[in-house]
């Protein structure tokens, strides 16, 4: 449905020409993510923090649904718009605006690419850690909306880790700058943190500030095979119990392995039934030290085959199997559907047996793969959902798995967020008080639920 003819003029003479498009083919652009599909009526691409707020208190007076976006990497169906309206996209707002050496911190537009930022931070020797698997495309408003984690997180956090201050525009239109650039900061409620992981349901971000931290030494990279994913996942909870911290623990699966191997030509050692990227970074006098701890556990537990990078191509070609598995799985079925779950890490051999188990008695095809050191396991769920059988194999794997993982004392988003994927089993982990502060949140900031609705029941 268009929007009423008067609105669209109003934002056309807001966001010029360049900054408001109706097209058909524009509103296919902005329609899906990764998990969900739905046409916006409109779609408007701000270049100003004034843009966004005279468009903001438009749709608040009309009562127009409005759906901030950043790249639309999301997994989980968050930015799409369910119920129509505007699509608000921070692409053409991208700018790395400050890195401070001094201060140790950046400032940066919410468009601004993820990579991006880690890169103007690398030119100064400094680093910014977190590290989405999507970060060269996903953005920093989407990875502050999201709480985005990474391959890094257990040893360096996630982005609410990092986030000093941003500037929210609010539905009605205020410009709140919420934080500041001080690395120490107790005043008041943590605003910023609020706003953190709030996939858009509160405000949209504009502008947002980030610590960042020295870049290390140096770093060294394995990738170890094991039988299966049990026996791998024993291998992470030892790495751990050793006080060895590593920068990566990425976990592999037989069957993303194996698909890597046929796409890719990445060949994988005989009875290999899973496999460990294993990382670790800091001071070069320690790392040598670190990683023959690492190897001798792998040893211990049966490891079918070691590589150690020597060079950075070397680690290049070590990553391509992690890097390049799920574009390689998306080619094998018609839909690909990655859940997202953490558990403490002492749980997680447990919670990756119990989704082999549950993929097998759903009659499910099932790939998993985990940013293992901190207890979060990706199951990827291939099948057709036109295939009624499969579909159904996939709605009672997803119940059964998120339900699990609960009463294992686990998350149902370790990372990726709620948006619709996962919006019938929030209630069900966070319980009736904490739906009811979260509602009366969004009232505050949002009266008339404009913001992201059909995601949040308010
Ligand atoms: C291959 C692949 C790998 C991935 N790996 C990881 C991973 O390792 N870790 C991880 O955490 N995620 C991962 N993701 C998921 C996704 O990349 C993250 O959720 C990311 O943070 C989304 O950023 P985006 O810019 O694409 O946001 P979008 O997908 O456009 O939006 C995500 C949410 O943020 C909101 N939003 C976006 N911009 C703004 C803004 N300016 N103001 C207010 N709200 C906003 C949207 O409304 C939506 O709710 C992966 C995705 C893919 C496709």
Request: aromatic content about 6%; glycine content about 10%.
């Amino acid at each position: 449905m268009a929007l009423p003819a008067s609105i669209a003029e109003q934002l056309r003479a807001i966001l010029g020409p360049e900054g408001f498009l109706d097209a058909p083919e524009d509103l296919r652009a902005f329609a899906y993510d990764l998990f969900a599909n739905h046409q916006p009526d409109a779609v408007a691409l701000p270049e100003s923090v004034e843009q966004v707020s005279a468009v903001m208190r438009l749709c608040n007076q009309n009562k127009i649904p409005v759906y901030p976006r950043g790249s639309g990497t999301s997994l989980a169906g968050s930015p799409v718009p369910v119920l129509g309206g505007l699509v608000l996209c921070s692409s053409r707002m991208n700018k790395v605006l400050e890195v401070s050496v001094t201060d140790r911190l950046a400032r940066v537009q919410s468009g601004c690419v993820t990579g991006d930022l880690q890169k103007a931070a690398a030119a100064q020797g400094l680093m910014y850690p977190p590290n989405p698997t999507s970060m060269l495309y996903s953005t920093i408003g989407g990875n502050v909306s999201t709480n985005a984690g990474g391959a890094s997180g257990a040893k360096y956090g996630v982005t609410r880790d990092y986030l000093l201050g941003l500037t929210a525009i609010l539905p009605n239109g205020d410009v709140v700058k919420m934080g500041n650039r001080c690395q120490k900061d107790v005043t008041g409620f943590d605003l910023p943190r609020l706003i953190c992981g709030s996939e858009g349901l509160l405000a949209f971000i504009a502008e947002v500030t980030v610590k960042l931290i020295p870049l290390p030494e140096g770093i060294r990279t394995a990738l170890a095979y094991f039988s299966d994913v049990t026996e791998a996942g024993s291998v992470v909870t030892d790495i751990v119990s050793h006080r060895i911290l590593p920068c990566t623990l990425e976990l592999m699966d037989r069957v993303f392995l194996n698909t890597v191997a046929e796409v890719y030509g990445v060949p994988c050692p005989e009875g290999a039934g899973a496999a460990l990227l294993i990382e670790v970074d800091g001071p070069d006098m320690v790392l040598d030290g670190q990683m023959e701890t690492i190897e001798r556990i792998c040893r211990e537990h049966r490891a079918v085959g070691i590589q150690l990078a020597r060079s950075e191509e070397e680690r290049d070609v070590l990553w391509k199997a992690r890097r390049g598995g799920t574009a390689a799985l998306v080619r094998k079925a018609d839909m690909l559907v990655t859940l997202d779950y953490a558990v403490p890490i002492s749980l997680l051999p447990r919670a990756l047996g119990m989704m082999e188990a549950l993929a097998a008695e759903h009659g499910c095809n099932v790939v998993t793969i985990a940013h293992a050191a901190d207890g979060n396991l990706h199951p990827m769920v291939l099948y057709s959902p036109s295939d009624p059988a499969q579909d159904a194999a996939f709605r009672a794997f997803a119940d059964a798995s998120a339900r699990a993982i609960v009463e294992l004392g686990g998350t149902v988003s370790g990372e990726h967020g709620i948006g619709l994927e996962k919006k019938e089993y929030m209630p069900l982990q966070l319980g009736d008080e904490q739906m009811r502060i979260m509602r009366g949140i969004c009232r505050l900031f949002d009266p008339y639920g404009i913001m992201n609705p059909g995601k949040l029941e308010r």
